[in-house]
Nanobody
């Protein structure tokens, strides 16, 4: 069974940084499409980033240039480094693993929850 466990969320001031981690288990990790989504109170779920293996990551325009994605295959861990955080980045952040057969594209995955597996989420709060 696929399990995704996030950590690293917290509260920071605007301009600060956080690094989220997602430990994956239960499937072959290295060549899967994985990424991060987020949901702010009262707003729809938003795709943040997806990538396959160590390939090019596709970021949402709202975070491009501020967030980076990396993997440690030996630790089966996906990282989201978030720099220059803004109050509008405040949200619950979810690690996702996309099932084989689904395209690894934010534009296709956004608005849906049935494309794969989700972690329990980690809260990020950015104050001004």
């Amino acid at each position: 069974q696929v399990q995704l466990v996030e950590s690293g969320g917290g509260s920071v001031q605007s301009g600060g940084s956080l690094r989220l981690s997602c430990v994956a288990s239960g499937y072959i990790y290295s060549n899967t499409c994985m990424g991060w989504f987020r949901q702010a109170p009262g707003k729809e779920r938003e795709g943040v980033v997806v990538s396959i293996g160590d390939g090019i990551a596709t970021f949402a325009g709202s975070v491009r240039g501020r967030f980076t994605l990396s993997r440690d295959n030996a630790k089966r861990t996906l990282y989201l480094q978030m720099n220059s955080l803004k109050p509008e980045d405040t949200a619950m952040y979810y690690c996702v693993q996309v099932r084989v057969g689904w395209p690894c594209m934010l534009t296709t995955l956004e608005g849906r929850a049935d494309f794969g597996y989700w972690g329990q989420g980690t809260q990020v709060t950015v104050s001004s």
